[in-house]
T-cell receptor, first 111, second 109 residues
Framework: DGGITQSPKYLFRKEGQNVTLSCEQNLNHDAMYWYRQDPGQGLRLIYYSQIVNDFQKGDIAEGYSVSREKKESFPLTVTSAQKNPTAFYLC??????????FGPGTRLLVL | QKEVEQDPGPLSVPEGAIVSLNCTYSNSAFQYFMWYRQYSRKGPELLMYTYSSGNKEDGRFTAQVDKSSKYISLFIRDSQPSDSATYLCAISRANNLFFGTGTRLTVIP
């Protein structure tokens, strides 16, 4: 049963805390992406990775970090430098034909 | 100017109506054109994918691309309450997707 999983579904962050969002895929896709979705603003690209051990900043990378040690996994860390982290975070992976498939998302809330 | 502009809606139609959702884009280098459906608090789900001008049909859904006008559309025939969702257009260039802001559709029984 192929797909993309994200965990947790909901995540709460305290002031000054770093939190990590998990994204795993078993579709054998090389490319993976992280987006942030805010109401009325569509999806904005945070980071993307075309191959293992390589990643590039997207449009809103400040305050976020990623790693890509395995093809299947692309975790996103929201650091304390991100001052407005409340949002819906979506992970995606893509085929060579550039069709992206999304996970179910993680909703991050600030306490 | 945004790479992709989408009519924001919201759009409310009676059950059985034909729905037309539209986007325009600015860069003629875009290669692939997609429509996603997103239910509330869920990840976007790929509905339609095309790379050429013309129409592509899948059941009640038809995706239309006009590259000369830089205009894409999604038509939904015989709309159902289960079609109520936000619809996102997405256009691809060099392995990056550019999304419209989404159109919220409500189909009233």
């Amino acid at each position: 049963d192929g797909g993309i999983t994200q965990s947790p579904k909901y995540l709460f962050r305290k002031e000054g805390q770093n939190v990590t969002l998990s994204c795993e895929q078993n579709l054998n896709h090389d490319a993976m992406y992280w987006y942030r979705q805010d109401p009325g603003q569509g999806l904005r690209l945070i980071y993307y990775s075309q191959i293992v051990n390589d990643f590039q900043k997207g449009d809103i990378a400040e305050g976020y970090s990623v790693s890509r040690e395995k093809k299947e996994s692309f975790p996103l860390t929201v650091t304390s430098a991100q001052k407005n982290p409340t949002a819906f975070y979506l992970c995606a992976s893509s085929t060579p034909q550039e069709t992206q498939y999304f996970g179910p998302g993680t909703r991050l809330l600030v306490l | 100017q945004k790479e992709v502009e989408q009519d924001p809606g919201p759009l409310s139609v009676p059950e059985g109506a034909i729905v037309s959702l539209n986007c325009t884009y600015s860069n003629s280098a875009f290669q692939y054109f997609m429509w996603y459906r997103q239910y509330s608090r869920k990840g976007p789900e790929l509905l339609m994918y095309t790379y050429s001008s013309g129409n592509k049909e899948d059941g009640r859904f038809t995706a239309q691309v006009d590259k000369s006008s830089k205009y894409i559309s999604l038509f939904i025939r015989d709309s159902q309450p289960s079609d109520s969702a936000t619809y996102l257009c997405a256009i691809s260039r060099a392995n990056n997707l550019f999304f419209g802001t989404g159109t919220r559709l409500t189909v009233i029984p």
